[in-house]
């Protein structure tokens, strides 16, 4: 059972408090960088247990009326296909996805703007589908020198290339699809060019993370950079905040780095800046809201193991680079920890180990421990799903609950049909399988309605999973991590040979020298 080490709603009074008073600060046009997500931010959710996914979004709702939003993209990101790692979408369509979000919601969505420009073809087409839309789109681009060129980046030459974003509300909302995407920079910018019409605007930033005012080796910060190693982000203290107060707090690179360009922003506006830190400029105050720190603790070490995971399984695909991978082991070795402080993992890499063949274990919330096994019908995460939800209805293991005679027909649309070479059910075609049993077996009906129960649950794989049941974990809410290893094929390799980062420059050795043979 999860213990609540974070409180929600004292978070949500004294967050709203803390900005208002912010807005109040300046008398004109406030530019708001919100970090993180909106209304999803299921990091936030995992690390400290009892945070809201939407914690932010309710609060922004309350100032609906005053509000804007702009939505920031890198066209870097855009070229590149970037993924968000949680909902497993590129971040050009998590665009079109958050502004239908905002607007359900009764916010106003007045503008996207494409960062970092430089002429990239895939950035060009998506203005160019947003445009069509009717959505009003902005180009900004790369400034030689930035940041530490601060003259030329606040001057004509610099920001003032920059396309201005017409605004039409006090409160400007900076967001994006991810970290790294531009936010500040924008919000920068548009500083400078609110000043040149003689407007003058105030910027703050709400960032949930770093946390502040724990210490810069707490596990919920060191979470943090293990979700952004790909951005190389580094948690650090704020050196300009212990210089003015004396005061130890915590923040990172890129909000250090950037600070001297804000600070000869506001000396340009208001002939002298009213931050003496990156901390100051910031509003957060999710540190004053954890009850229960050891339960942070203990769920910011699971984040780590997890983003280690996921680092391995996106360098053996090639999505990222081994150096990422390093950088999450030395943040593990920080918090003191390893992959067999993760239950699942030992579970599931003994059951492998006993069947010979790919395996999977769940943990249920009460602790219990589900295993699944490679069978003829049914994949190791298939049979996972399906033992788990008997053991939360309370139906025998030996009970079966779809009969083979519903499985074989998808078998055969499978093979015969479809082309696919493996005859086994992934998790998605045993729940239709359930579903149908559902309709005359009341078993498979209780089966099914256990359904919500797996959300929270922690998995995991002897191997790497096929994208169908990788994202349907996703989609049931469960916290699955896989070994970055592929199921062995017989045809091509000697059985039980897997192929690993470690070993696959023997296996091109290999294969080289048995070309040259022939």
């Keep these: 059972m999860m213990n609540i080490g974070f409180d929600n709603e004292k978070y949500l009074q004294m967050q709203s408090a803390h900005i208002r008073e912010r807005i109040a600060q300046f008398d004109n046009k406030l530019y708001l960088e919100f970090g993180g997500k909106l209304f999803d931010d299921f990091h936030a959710s995992r690390v400290l247990p009892g945070f809201q996914p939407d914690s932010k979004m309710r609060m922004l709702m309350q100032l609906s009326d005053q509000a804007e939003i702009v939505i920031v993209i890198s066209a870097e990101d855009i070229e590149k296909n970037k993924v968000r790692g949680d909902l497993g979408i590129t971040y050009d369509v998590d665009v079109l996805r ?14 996207v703007v494409i960062t970092k420009y430089s002429g990239q073809q895939s950035a060009s087409l998506f203005k160019n589908k947003l445009e069509k839309l009717g959505i009003k789109v902005y180009l900004h681009y790369p400034i030689e020198g930035y940041p530490s060129n601060i003259p030329h980046i606040v001057s004509d030459e ?28 924008v919000c920068l910018s548009q500083l400078y060019h609110e000043h040149k019409r003689g407007i003058c ?10 946390i502040w005012n724990i ?14 190693a790909d951005l190389n982000d580094v948690n650090m203290i704020d050196p300009f905040h212990l210089e003015a107060y004396g005061k130890t707090t915590v923040n990172y690179n890129r909000d250090v780095e950037i600070f001297p360009v804000l600070n000869a922003m506001f000396q340009r506006i208001y002939g002298q800046s009213p931050y003496k830190s990156p901390t100051d400029m910031g509003v957060n105050m999710a540190g004053n809201c ?9 769920a910011s070490c699971q984040e780590i193991i997890r983003r280690y995971y996921d680092a391995r399984r996106r360098a053996l695909a090639g999505k990222c680079s081994e150096e990422e991978v390093y950088k999450i082991e030395m943040l593990m070795n920080q918090a003191g920890i390893t992959v067999h402080d993760r239950p699942v993992v030992d579970v599931a890499l003994s059951r492998a180990e006993e069947t010979e063949a790919p395996a999977a274990a769940l943990e249920l919330a009460d602790g219990r421990m589900i295993t699944g096994k490679t069978t003829d019908l049914l994949g190791p995460c298939a049979a996972l799903l399906l033992n788990a939800l008997k053991e939360l209805a309370g139906i025998p293991h030996s009970q079966p609950v779809i009969s083979p005679a519903a ?3 998808i078998q055969t649309l499978k093979t015969q049909y479809l082309g696919s070479k493996n005859p086994r059910l992934h998790m998605d075609e045993v729940l239709i399988a359930l579903s149908v049993s559902a309709a005359s077996d009341p078993n498979a009906q209780k089966a099914l309605e256990q359904l919500p129960n797996l959300k929270g649950c922690q998995a995991h794989t002897s191997v790497m999973v096929s994208d169908v049941d990788r994202k349907l974990f996703m989609k049931l809410s469960i916290q699955a991590t896989f070994e970055a290893k592929y199921e062995n094929n017989s045809v091509i390799f000697p059985k039980k040979r897997y192929i690993t980062l470690s070993n696959l420059h023997l296996l091109k050795k290999e294969i080289n020298r048995d070309l040259s043979q022939k």
């Design 158 to 185: 610099g920001y003032g290339k920059n396309e201005f974003i017409e605004t039409s509300r006090p409160l400007i909302v900076v967001t994006a699809p991810g970290p790294g995407s531009g936010k500040m920079a």
């Design 215 to 228: 210490p810069v080796k707490h596990p919920v910060n060191l979470a943090y950079e293990a979700a952004t």
């Design 290 to 298: 954890i009850c229960d720190d050891a339960a942070c603790r203990d």
């Design 407 to 409: 499985i074989e027909p």
């Design 98 to 111: 958050l502004m239908s979000i905002f607007e359900e919601h009764g916010l106003f969505v007045g503008s």
């Design 201 to 210: 605007a105030g910027y703050a930033k709400y960032e949930t993370f770093p």
